[in-house]
């Protein structure tokens, strides 16, 4: 089992930024590939971004040139930096784990809210 624990949600204004942190434990994360995804009100969970064990990156259209994805096998921690957030970017933000080999292993953290009002 693999536990993940988002954390650095919150409330800020259009044009700022924000970093979510996800921290996983009880697996070998080196053996993951790991992302965040998004649930807008009234919309679908969909991809954010994702981060391959070589650190290749892959991000959704709405937030390229705009969030960062990286990791650190070292402590087992996904991050999101997010800048230039828009009203559009408020979401719950969930961090994501899949096994490279076996991708039926797939985990979710609970979510973390983060809303841009002025």
């Known amino acids: 089992q693999v536990q993940l624990v988002e954390s650095g949600g919150g409330l800020v204004q259009p044009g700022g930024s924000l970093r979510l942190s996800c921290v996983a434990s009880?697996?070998?994360?080196?053996?993951?590939?790991m992302g965040w995804y998004r649930q807008r009100p009234g919309h679908e969970r969909e991809l954010v971004a994702t981060v391959a064990v070589s650190g290749q990156t892959n991000y959704g259209d709405s937030v390229k040139d705009r969030f960062v994805i990286s990791r650190n096998n070292g402590n087992d921690t996904v991050s999101l930096q997010m800048n230039s957030l828009e009203p559009e970017d408020t979401a719950d933000y969930y961090c994501?784990?899949?096994?490279?080999?076996?991708?039926?292993?797939?985990?979710w953290g609970k979510g973390t809210q983060v809303i841009v009002a002025s």
């Open positions: 994501n784990a899949v096994h490279v080999v076996f991708g039926s292993e797939v985990y």
């Open positions: 009880g697996r070998v994360m080196s053996m993951y590939r």
